[in-house]
C-alpha cells in the first residue's frame, strides 16, 4: 500500500539515532469520543485544529480500542497489551496487582532510556500496580526536563466526557447533525448529540493552544504526536459496548520530515500499536515482545482482524468478546441473558437519551432497529457485514449465506481467547444468578440496590440483571428533570441535574 511505502524510510533511520537527535513524543488522547472530528466527515462540527494535524500527517480510517471503556483500555495502552492479557481487564479494579510476565510501564521504559517523562494532565487509571500519576512518570511537564533531553509527554482532554459545555463561539443547530439509524429521531436526541460535538470543538481549541506551544518552543519539526480517543463516544450503544460506536476511535500521527503529510490509512490499527510505534522510534526493546505492533510493519499492513474485550463496568457485570475485519464484525456475548441495557449506576445519572429511548421504548414507539437495544436479553452470537451494514443493525448470525464467515471468525476468536489473553470467561459469582430475588420489588433498580446495599455484595455478584430498570412513570419522570439540561442556551449556567437513585452506596470489603 502506498500510505507504507511513503513512510517505510522512517524506519531505516530508527536505531543510527544520537540521544540528541531521538524524537521527542506527545500523545494526546481525548475522552469517550469517536472519530466525530470535521477531518472525518462528520456534519455539524468543526476542528479546525485537529484537521490540520491530520492535514499533517496520517489519519486513520480504521482504528481501535482493545475496550470500550477507560480504565480497561488506558492499561492496554499503559502497556501495549491487551487489558485480560494483564489482569487489568475489569472496570474499576478494587484489588490492582502489579503487572505479570516481567511487563513494565511504557514511561518507565522512555525513563531507562533517557526520556525525561511526563503526565500533563491528572488522570492514570489504570487497572494495575503501579497505578499513581508519580509512580508512572517523573513530572507533569515537559518544560522541567533538563536541556537536550528527549521527552515522553502524555496528556488526556477530558471535556468529551460526559457532562457536556455548550460552545457560545460556534453553536451547532439540531438541524446539521446526523444521528445514527439505531437512535430515534427526536429533537431531544439531536441536541444532546448537538452538545457533544460543541463540547469537542472546546477540546479542539485545546489541542490547538498545545500544538501552538510545542511549535512556539521550536520543538515541533523534532515530536511525534499522536492524537486518539481512549475509546468510542459516551452515547447509549458506544461506551461499554463493542460495536464500532464503543471501539473505533480518531487515531492521528504527525511527524515531520519522518511522515508524508495528507495520508489517509486504511489498515486495520489499534491503540496499543502506538505503544509499539513510539518504541520503536526512540530506539527501545521492550523485555517482554508487546500485543501492539509499529504501525510501519508489516504485520499492521497484513493484519486481518482487530479483537476487543468487555467485561465488568464497576459494578454493572456483562462480558463480550469481539472480532473485526474490514468487512465483518462478530460480537460474542457470553451473558447473553443481561440486557444490553441493565443497571448501571453512571449511566442513568449521566446519560440523557437513555431516559429518552426508556421512554419510547417502554410506549412502543421504536423501531424495530432501535428497540433491538432495549431487548430484555441478548443474542449469543451477533454477526454483521459492514460492507451493507455500516451501523450494525441488521443481525445476520443465523443466516445461511454468512456461514462460512461465522464459523472462521468465530475460530479466530476463540484462538485469541485461548493463546492471546488467556480469557478467564465468566463465573458463577460474576453471573450473580441465583443470589437475588428474581423480581424487582422496587420501582427502580437503583432504589433497591441502596436500600440493600448491606446485605448483598455487588462487587462480587454486580447489581441485579432486573429489567426494565425503572417503570415508564419513573423513566418520564427522568426524561423530564434532563430536558431543561439538554435544551439549556451556549452561555447557560444551568448545573446538571441529580438523577434519583443513581448514587453508588459505599459498601465494606468483603
Known sequence: ??????????????????????????????????PDLSCYGTKGIHTPHVDQLAAEGIRYERAFTTSP?????????????HQNYIGAHQHRTSDKKPLPFGIRPIPHLFADAGYYTCLMSWKTDCNFLPDKRNQLFMGN????????QPFFARITFGGTHRAWNRDPKRPIDISDVELPPYYPDTPFIRRDWANGLEQMQLVDREVGELLKRLKDEGLADNTMVFFIGDHGRCHIRGKQFLYDEGTRIPMILRWPGKVKAGQVNDALVMSIDICATILEAAGITPPVPLHGKSLFSDEVKQRRYTFAARDKMDTTHDAMRSIRSKDHKLILNLMPERAYCQFSFYKESAYPPLA??????????????????MATSKPEIELFDLRSDPHEIHNVANDPKYADVKKEMLAELNKWRTNVIHDQGVSDDFRGGS???????????????????????????GNPGWYPTRTLEEWQRVRKMWEPWVFREPTSSLKRPVIPYTKKPKQAVK
Not at 14 to 33: K, M
Not at 358 to 370: D, M
Open 1 to 34: 500500500m502506498k500510505q507504507f511505502a511513503a513512510i517505510f524510510f522512517a524506519l531505516t533511520l530508527i536505531g543510527q539515532l544520537s540521544a540528541a537527535e531521538r524524537p521527542n513524543i506527545l500523545w494526546i488522547t481525548i475522552e469517550d469520543w469517536s
Open 356 to 373: 429518552e429511548m426508556n421512554v419510547l421504548n417502554l410506549q412502543g414507539k421504536l423501531t424495530p432497529e432501535q428497540a433491538a437495544f
Open 435 to 461: 443470589i437475588y430475588p428474581k423480581t424487582n420489588p422496587s420501582p427502580t433498580v437503583g432504589q433497591w440496590v441502596q436500600n440493600n446495599a448491606d446485605k448483598f455484595d455487588t462487587q462480587k455478584y
Open 69 to 81: 471503556v477507560c480504565s480497561t483500555s488506558r492499561s492496554a495502552m499503559m502497556t501495549g497489551f
Open 141 to 148: 511537564d515537559w518544560k522541567d526536563r533538563d536541556p537536550d
